[in-house]
């Protein structure tokens, strides 16, 4: 189907709807929105919904050309019909947000052609905003980051029983971070050097991933699968299976730490 090449103009589109969708999700933040549960287990709060429905009226309005693709829309399939789309998660840490911490984010993003091209976090409820597009380096407030250069002495998100293990691997040891209950935050979290370094479980969702992977690829890190494979978008699949993240240059003595220990 025809559609227009991917602009440098979609940042700002991301980033104006972002911001905006922020906001919205403020007016419900810490004032006991309605939960209930898809699947009997995963949370949504009335704020995934309405940030949700304002995210695809404003992005559709702008680019009625490109697909479209969120954790709280139905998926249609005729997504992959389209080389553009938006990849969208309307509140990424709807536990965190459910429980009055701070650590959660609007993320969206246009991938093309399987890959992040603009991306955007924004995180209100701490005054942050990370942005990146295609080749250019990834900012936090308008201040260019970057990851850590080292994984000894720094911090590693996991779980409790592989972080035992993985610590022991390098001199210098490591530090477990606390747990954030968003993984794009915890991307992003990598991409700005507070964490060296984060493992990613089984069954993370294109919409928890896209726009954070552009960011920590602009940072100077990436995100890749235990082959050392990186990230392709908009598959008949939306999910991936175990994920490492940290600086390129660290990520082969992290990979390779890894092996034999069970995740």
């Known amino acids: ?133 295609k080749g250019d380096a990834a900012v936090r407030n308008g201040v260019a980051i970057r990851v850590a250069d080292r994984l000894s002495g720094g911090k590693l998100a996991s779980s409790r029983s592989v972080f035992r293990k993985l610590s022991d691997r390098f001199v210098g040891g490591l530090e477990k971070a606390p747990h954030v209950p968003s993984l794009a935050y915890r991307l992003a979290m990598v991409a700005d050097g507070r964490l060296a370094a984060t493992l990613v479980k089984t069954d993370s969702s294109d919409w928890d991933l896209a726009a954070a992977d552009l960011i920590l690829a602009g940072a100077g890190g990436a995100i890749v699968d235990l082959d050392g494979k990186p990230l392709r978008f908009n598959r008949a699949s939306t999910t991936h299976g175990v994920l490492v993240a940290a600086s390129v240059e660290l990520l082969p003595s992290l990979r390779n730490a890894l092996i034999g220990i069970d995740l």
Not at 7 to 17: F, I, N, P, T, Y
Not at 103 to 110: H, I, R, Y
Request: charged share 25%.
């Open 1 to 133: 189907m025809p559609e227009n090449e991917p602009g440098s103009g979609d940042l700002q589109l991301l980033r104006d709807a972002a911001q905006e969708a922020g906001n919205i999700a403020m007016r419900y933040f810490r004032k006991d929105p309605r939960v209930w549960y898809k699947n009997g287990t995963s949370p949504v709060t009335e704020a995934d919904i309405v940030v949700n429905d304002f995210l695809r009226e404003k992005l559709a309005a702008a680019r009625p050309d490109y697909g479209w693709l969120s954790e709280e829309t139905e998926d249609d399939r005729s997504r992959l019909g389209y080389r553009t789309l938006f990849v969208v998660d309307p509140i990424d840490g709807t536990r965190a947000f459910i429980d009055c911490q701070d650590v959660w984010c609007v993320s969206v993003a246009v991938v093309h052609d399987g890959q992040p091209v603009a991306g955007v976090l924004s995180c209100p409820a701490r005054g942050e905003l990370f942005a990146a597009s």
